[in-house]
């Protein structure tokens, strides 16, 4: 069984300054992948970033960007220049590979607020 | 398109009634999925339906009945549901699992 980790339940940065939300996980699978999603007070839940536990090279969007570290199977975002758009609750979740479809793992979640 | 659509976006109910929620979707996607998610906290699943089929039932009570019509269209019956079945009902679909597509919900008001 997979598990997934945030252990700050709510965080706040000023605007145009970097915040990092961390997030642990723990497998056995070999081949995953992982993402931060994020559920603004609009209720939908929108992908932010994506990693694929094979590539070596830390996913970037934009703003938005990862420290993906296999080993110690830990998987952070950054946010940089924060905008208050950026608001919202944000969640890490895990999703084993080799599959068509498959059940995400959510972490419990990291309340983001962005203040002006 | 690439959106899940999801109606009602607010729907209030009393225990004796008996509701659906509708979800759409026409990217091609094969696998639909329904999540319940209760304030600030993570969805979790309740079914997984692939190519049409049932693939996953997350031990849901029976009061909760899903179905797949078609390839873009999933719903989730709603009967004497309990107050403690408010939340907000999301739906999902996805072609492979490097990326999933959320719709906005419904917000389910048991009274």
């Known amino acids: 069984a997979q598990t997934v980790t945030q252990s700050q339940p709510e965080m706040s940065v000023q605007e145009a300054e970097t915040v990092t939300l961390s997030c642990t996980y723990d497998?056995?699978?070999?081949?995953?992948?992982l993402f931060w999603y994020k559920q603004p007070p609009s209720r939908q839940m929108i992908l932010v970033i994506r990693q694929e536990a094979y590539k070596q090279q830390n996913a970037t969007e934009n703003r938005f960007s990862v420290n993906f570290q296999k080993a110690a199977k830990s998987f952070s975002l950054k946010i940089s220049d924060s905008q208050l758009g950026d608001t919202a609750m944000y969640f890490c979740?895990?999703?084993?590979?080799?599959?068509?479809?498959?059940?995400?793992?959510f972490g419990q979640g990291t309340i983001l607020t962005v203040h002006p | 398109d690439t959106e899940v659509t999801q109606t009602p976006k607010h729907l209030v109910m009393g225990m004796t009634n008996k509701k659906s929620l509708k979800c759409e979707q026409h990217?091609?996607?094969?696998?639909m999925y329904w999540y319940k998610q209760k304030a600030k906290k993570p969805p979790e699943l309740m079914f997984v339906y692939s190519y049409e089929k049932l693939s996953i039932n997350e031990s849901v009570p029976s009061r909760f009945s899903p179905e797949c019509p078609n390839s873009s269209l999933l719903n989730l019956h709603l009967h004497a549901l309990q107050p403690e079945d408010s939340a907000l009902y999301l739906c999902?679909?996805?072609?492979?699992?490097?990326?999933?597509?959320f719709g906005s919900g419904t917000r389910l008001t048991v009274v």
């Open positions: 999902a679909s996805s072609q492979d699992v490097e990326g999933y597509t």
């Open positions: 497998t056995s699978e070999s081949n995953y992948y």
């Open positions: 990217m091609g996607h094969r696998a």
């Open positions: 979740a895990f999703i084993p590979g080799g599959t068509s479809y498959g059940k995400l793992t």
